[in-house]
């Protein structure tokens, strides 16, 4: 689904991701862990198309497509999603007015079936249920006035009315109580399924203790330095990150 | 570009082409003195009374020097370039279908949703029978007629109802307020007239959209709205579609009096031509409105400004008697070139008066966008309350928003409090509405309506929609 060939990626200039290789399969989770500045970030946003985030070299592939040929909504038709880290406020934008100019423009692309007034608001409702957000937060701004915590609900109930089939989170997990992270794992592994790939980018393994990953990579210095399965978070959460940067020369 | 005539000249290269046929007959050679303020007197076959009102006007018009103290910029005027009068144009001179309108024109009113028939009528194309509005004005008319209410042209009015004219028309903007409303005073061509008897609630919302094949009231247009006693009336003014307009000169003058316990609420929205994005052509629109609160009386502008090269309005409310409420909610957008210097004044005479300010300034392209207003709270208004809220919104970084707001009190019980804001749609909101799967031009459209959401929801429900609609073809190419 998604085929990361020796990226490289800069920033205002500067290079952050020098030679990334990932592969990522349908029915997949991947878990991207690293220390600060590994490009961890850089790399769901260089995915999704932030403007200022430049492809240098090699390429990222969406179902064969190079994704840089594509705006950032139409790597969202094309079924791609991130999970922000911070999530920004839009105020006056009600989220339920949000979410219906999301899922329209979305579905359309998708050429499914546009719904109706009464099924958004239906769906949205359970949706928000399953978050553990009270539906009143359908009427409130864009996450105008949330807590951290709402905000990151937010994100992972507007995730799952959309369906993507790649799912990014970035981080999803800093800032969030135990309940709340139990709450957001429980809707991401709602939306594993044999067609869908999830990649979560984490500091700690905390998270991986409610989505088990399939496979788990270290980010560190631009690039992927280790991959294995989950018991490599594991390794990394007694161990840290030092015994696999000091390998590198210059550690990022 | 020195002149009216070639500024004229300039907006019918660019903008209209194809439609504006030669001059027609019947109109007067540029210019203005007092044979021509008694010719336009006469052709309405007004009372005395009320051409000696104009020439009054007119002298204490040529008195007046040219207001300068706007945020604005423009050629200087030259009013004898102006003609007074033109007579309604034939159907013969008109665009005889919408093939010869301005396909741009159609394009917006495409955009907006506006039916064919409308259309036709918006563009000024000739059409005799005026299908549906025939039978849904006269249905209207005789609904308002058992309410009592009266709602006709301002003309029709001074011969029909000389009593209700004579002792309110000047009351509250009176010819020598400014140079625009004494030129206005002096050359009104027409306008409409309103007339809520004491307590009545008029049935249903006045606009002049209903009265849009007579209303062809030219660029000095006058209104006026008495809300008798405890009564209520809304009044709609101005289509979200742009008009075809010849004008480039505007200079209406609006007066509201709200009698003992009576509402007035007026919404517009004004949609003319702004230019293009050079700052070529355009109405320069210079608008006197004003109202008078009495004892608990309330009353409420709602405005909302996307047209229009040159704005310069200061809808205001006199709270003259006790437990006066004014309102004045505000959405102005600019871009290409235009200006807007636009606000309001909150005049508090009476006690427990109370005024809310509510204004949201959008400036995109290189336009420049100013609020100017005041707040006075006169010596004898005890406990006077006013809340003023001024918020701008930058799109890019080429175009300027300005805030001067006045506040003068002179009664230490007054509470006043002044909020303001700058922000810019930031890359961050954008990047997640896209994420989303939001085209960049929705998003923008999206974001600057959630940031206007205070004043649309003021509006009538209909209206509310269609500004939200109109927002969003007037930011088309804003982005990016």
């Known amino acids: 689904m998604l085929e990361i060939k020796d990226l490289h990626a800069s920033v205002a200039g500067q290079d952050i991701l020098k030679g990334l290789n990932l592969s990522v399969k349908a029915g997949e989770v991947h878990a991207i862990m690293g220390p600060n500045g590994s490009g961890k970030s850089t790399l769901t946003n260089v995915l999704s198309g932030r403007d200022g985030y430049q492809i240098t070299g090699g390429q990222a592939l969406l179902d064969g497509h190079d994704v840089s040929e594509l705006d950032p909504e139409q790597r969202a038709h094309a079924g791609m999603f991130l999970a922000f880290q911070y999530p920004v406020e839009i105020p006056g934008v009600s989220n339920l007015e949000f979410l219906k100019a999301s899922l329209e423009a979305t579905r359309k692309a998708q050429g499914k079936e546009p719904w109706d007034a009464v099924t958004l608001l239906k769906k949205a409702r359970e949706t928000c249920k399953q978050v553990d957000l009270d539906p009143q937060f359908l009427k409130r701004g864009v996450n105008e006035g949330f807590s951290g915590g709402e905000k990151k609900r937010n994100e992972i109930m507007q995730m799952l009315l959309l369906e993507p089939r790649l799912a990014l989170l970035d981080e999803t997990d800093s800032g969030l109580d135990i309940d709340a992270l139990q709450v957001v794992a429980r809707g991401v592994n709602s939306l594993r399924s044999p067609d869908r790939a999830i990649v979560l980018v984490t500091h700690y393994q905390r998270l991986l203790d409610y989505i088990v990953p399939d496979h788990v990579h270290v980010l560190a210095g631009g690039r992927i330095l280790k991959s294995g399965g989950k018991e490599l978070a594991l390794e990394l959460e007694q161990k840290g990150y030092g015994w696999l940067t000091d390998q590198e020369d210059a550690p990022a | ?480």
């Open chain 2, 1 to 480: 570009m020195t002149s009216q005539a070639e500024l004229d000249k300039l907006i019918r290269g660019d903008y209209a082409a194809g439609f504006i046929s030669a001059i027609e007959s019947d109109t007067l050679p540029p210019g203005l003195n007092e044979d021509v303020i008694r010719f336009i007197s006469a052709k309405k076959g007004e009372p005395a009374w009320l051409l000696d009102w104009r020439l009054e006007a007119y002298k204490k018009w040529l008195s007046m020097p040219l207001p300068t103290w706007a945020h604005l910029d423009h050629p200087p005027l030259d009013f004898d370039e102006v003609s007074y009068y033109s007579a309604p144009k034939s159907m013969a001179d008109r665009p005889q279908s919408l093939d010869e309108v301005d396909p741009e024109l159609l394009r917006t009113y495409e955009k907006l949703g506006i039916p064919l028939h409308e259309q036709e009528m918006l563009a000024g194309v000739a059409v005799d029978a005026v299908f549906d509005s025939v039978s849904v004005g006269t249905t209207f008319k005789a609904k308002l007629l058992e309410a009592g209410v009266i709602f006709c042209s301002i003309s029709e009015a001074v011969h029909e109802y000389p009593d209700l004219i004579k002792p309110y028309l000047g009351s509250v903007v009176p010819q020598g307020d400014n140079f625009y409303a004494a030129l206005n005073s002096a050359v009104f061509s027409d306008g409409s007239f309103v007339y809520i008897p004491k307590g009545v609630r008029c049935p249903m919302e006045l606009s002049t959209y209903f009265r849009i094949n007579e209303a062809k009231t030219g660029q000095f247009e006058r209104t006026l709205i008495v809300a008798d006693e405890g009564s209520y009336v809304s009044y709609l003014e101005g289509c979200t579609a742009p008009m075809r307009d010849e004008n480039q000169l505007h200079a209406a003058v609006v007066e509201l009096v709200a009698l003992p316990g009576a509402q007035i609420k007026y919404s517009t929205v004004q949609n003319w031509y702004p230019g293009d994005e050079n700052g070529k052509g355009g109405i320069y629109n210079f608008v006197t409105k004003r109202g008078v609160a009495h004892d608990n009386a309330k009353i409420s502008w709602t405005q909302v400004e996307t047209g229009s090269a040159i704005t310069w309005k200061y809808p205001s409310v006199i709270l003259r008697g006790d437990n006066a409420v004014g309102e004045f909610y505000s959405v102005a957008l600019t871009r290409h070139m235009q200006q807007a210097d636009t606000g309001t004044k909150m005049i508090h005479l009476g006690k427990n008066t109370t005024s809310t300010i509510i204004s949201k300034g959008i400036s995109a392209g290189r336009s420049s966008n100013t609020y100017r207003g005041l707040v006075r709270i006169s010596p004898r208004a005890e406990n006077a309350r006013n809340f003023t809220q001024c918020d701008s919104l930058l799109l890019g970084d080429t175009c300027g928003a300005h805030t001067f707001p006045y506040i003068e009190s002179r009664n230490p019980s007054a509470m006043i409090e002044h909020e303001a804001t700058t922000s810019k749609v930031s890359d961050d909101q954008l990047f997640l509405c896209r994420n989303r799967g939001i085209d960049p031009e929705k998003a923008v459209s999206m974001i600057v309506n959630g940031f206007c959401k205070e004043v649309f929801k003021e509006l009538p429900m209909e209206f509310a929609v269609e500004a939200g609609k109109l927002l969003e073809v007037s930011l088309e190419g804003a982005v990016g």
